[in-house]
T-cell receptor
């Protein structure tokens, strides 16, 4: 079936370094992807999104890259801070006109002070 | 958060008991969703509703039921048929009710079995 998945379940980075979290998807018809941040015991918080007509989108300290050829997207966090420690999920609508947002299993980012 | 209220924060269920999780929103959003999250896992869709008095099953609807009588409210009932209900339940909303928009999430309800 259709899926969205992350490459690594955990990632540790030094404070101040850049973080890169990767995600792959299985459906070529996917049109829209979202990155969420989830802190322990809380609901997911929207970080940034990207549609298939774009290759790159930037926010505050975050950048999402989309490579449709290899069905891969990544979230880059610049100058990682302790407050960035959380679980990060990529999510996508797999199929045109879909109402079902499908989530990967998440990558836990730990920031080392 | 911020306009989506889930209650209670923690809920305990006894064997054979039905329990209802509340989700209320004041964002005037058309679509509402229920997801289940197990430890170390992603979110799995239980039910969703695009408009009042209409809802559709997601990937794991068995053992759950919902209603959408008001735009603001989308309660989830975990029935006794759900044999493994322990999980973190998340309600989400989407503004337009059309396909492929970002979801906003509540703060979740942790359901445990006594």
């Amino acid at each position: 079936g259709e899926s969205v998945g992350l490459h690594l379940p955990t990632l540790s980075v030094q404070e101040g370094d850049n973080s890169i979290i990767n995600c792959a998807y299985s459906n070529s018809a996917s049109d829209y992807f979202i990155w969420y941040k989830q802190e322990s015991g809380k609901g997911p918080q929207f970080i940034i999104d990207i549609r298939s007509n774009m290759d790159k989108r930037q926010g505050q300290r975050v950048t999402v890259l989309l490579n449709k050829t290899v069905k891969h997207l990544s979230l880059q966090i610049a100058a990682t801070q302790p407050g960035d420690s959380a679980v990060y999920f990529c999510a996508g609508y797999l199929g045109a006109g879909s109402y079902q947002l499908t989530f990967g299993k998440g990558t836990k980012l730990s920031v080392i002070p | 958060d911020g306009g989506i209220t889930q209650s209670p924060k923690y809920l305990f269920r006894k064997e054979g008991q039905n329990v209802t999780l509340s989700c209320e929103q004041n964002l005037n959003h058309d679509a509402m969703y229920w997801y289940r999250q197990d430890p170390g896992q992603g979110l799995r869709l239980i039910y969703y509703s695009q408009i009042v008095n209409d809802f559709q099953k997601g990937d794991i609807a068995e053992g759950y039921s919902v209603s959408r009588e008001k735009k603001e409210s989308f309660p989830l009932t975990v029935t006794s048929a759900q044999k493994n209900p322990t999980a973190f339940y998340l309600c989400a909303t989407c503004g337009t009710g059309v396909a492929m928009e970002k979801l906003f999430f509540g703060s979740g309800t942790q359901l445990s079995v006594l």
